[in-house]
């Protein structure tokens, strides 16, 4: 690692412990956290006060010593936007630097440039410093290459090298991944346990973070939920094959029969917890939106008959903005030192 390379690595870690600690840190708790001499904690945060990413936050009470200086993270010093790009809306948030929503807009985008509705959307929010853009849309994707792949009901984007035009439109770098990436991302926050987020909403995805890491596979193909084959004789899906568990939750949905799909995405995710041996399950998108207790309910007590595990089932916290948060996620993680997906690199800074 050269110089530089360890100076912006040390600064990410002052500001990845400030970020944590709302009501701050003095140098020494820095110092003694991230292992670096007092003296370089001290030459770190002057620099990062400087560029206005500290500030003071009071003192210490005192304990018969000196009251020592509390430093905190800046959160409105840079922001981060998130774009949920869905097939037929387009939802867009700004987040500061501790990761609150200060905005949020949802629009339709239906068969508009969807590059040109993206920048348009992304540039209302943008307001002060920002750091990026994290895009998160709906797979097959590249993540590393920024390509949109050929998603099912969405085949106007297919082939689109999103990050390289959205690039050079808004003169931001920006950051793609899978929704349920995203989402897997926004709720994970500091477990290190195995979970899978299950997204029904245009579509059925699945985020997986094992052991605390999110897992996209190789190719960004990880989590391809929806187009596991439940019954060889059901319906034609969109993908081409028959009896796909989207295809089936879709059907059910549009025949008014919501605690039907949730069944049948029980039925998926009892074969995720037997597949992985996961330690929890998150419902989230539109659909499971619209009635989580049910989507809940169902799931948990089909998990339960088909594993004999009493799982926990819960419903994404975040709501309708999970996705969107998860993008500006995207952005904030590299700010942080988060690399790909929260634990190595510093590429936006």
Do not use: W
Request: glycine share 14%; hydrophobic share 45%.
């Amino acid at each position: 690692m050269n110089l530089l390379a360890l100076r912006s690595h040390n600064a990410a870690a002052v500001l990845s412990l400030l970020r944590a600690a709302p009501d701050g840190m003095t140098r020494l708790e820095l110092a003694e956290r991230t292992g670096l001499t007092p003296q370089a904690v001290s030459k770190i945060t002057a620099r990062l006060r400087a560029e206005g990413l500290v500030d003071e936050a009071g003192r210490t009470a005192s304990t018969g010593g000196k009251p020592r200086t509390l430093l905190r993270l800046a959160r409105h010093a840079r922001y981060a936007a998130g774009a949920y790009l869905d097939r037929d809306e387009l939802t867009v948030v700004l987040a500061d630097l501790a990761g609150g929503i200060v905005d949020i807009r949802t629009s339709p985008h239906g068969d508009a440039d969807v590059l040109e509705a993206l920048a348009g959307a992304v540039r209302a929010v943008a307001t002060g410093a920002v750091l990026g853009v994290g895009v998160a849309a709906p797979g097959p994707l590249g993540h590393e290459s920024g390509v949109l792949g050929r998603v099912t009901g969405f085949p106007q984007c297919e082939g689109m090298p999103l990050r390289a035009e959205l690039t050079a439109a808004l003169g931001l770098p920006v950051v793609l991944d899978k929704d349920t990436n995203a989402a897997a991302l926004a709720v994970r926050g500091t477990t290190r346990d195995s979970f899978a987020y299950l997204h029904l909403g245009t579509g059925l995805g699945a985020g997986l973070v094992l052991d605390g890491a999110l897992h996209r596979g190789r190719r960004t193909g990880a989590g391809e939920f929806g187009h596991q084959a439940v019954r060889l004789d059901g319906p034609l899906c969109v993908c081409g094959n028959h009896g796909c568990l989207e295809a089936l939750c879709l059907e059910a949905v549009r025949a008014g029969d919501p605690a039907g799909a949730a069944r049948l995405l029980g039925v998926g995710a009892a074969n995720l917890v037997a597949l992985l041996d996961i330690d929890r399950v998150v419902l989230g998108g539109r659909t499971v939106l619209a009635d989580p207790a049910l989507f809940v309910h169902e799931v948990a007590a089909v998990v339960r008959q088909r594993t004999g595990r009493a799982l926990p089932v819960s419903a994404a916290p975040g709501g309708s903005r999970t996705v969107a948060e998860g993008a500006a996620a995207l952005v904030l993680g590299r700010f942080f030192g988060g690399g790909k997906d929260g634990g190595e690199g510093s590429a936006l800074r």
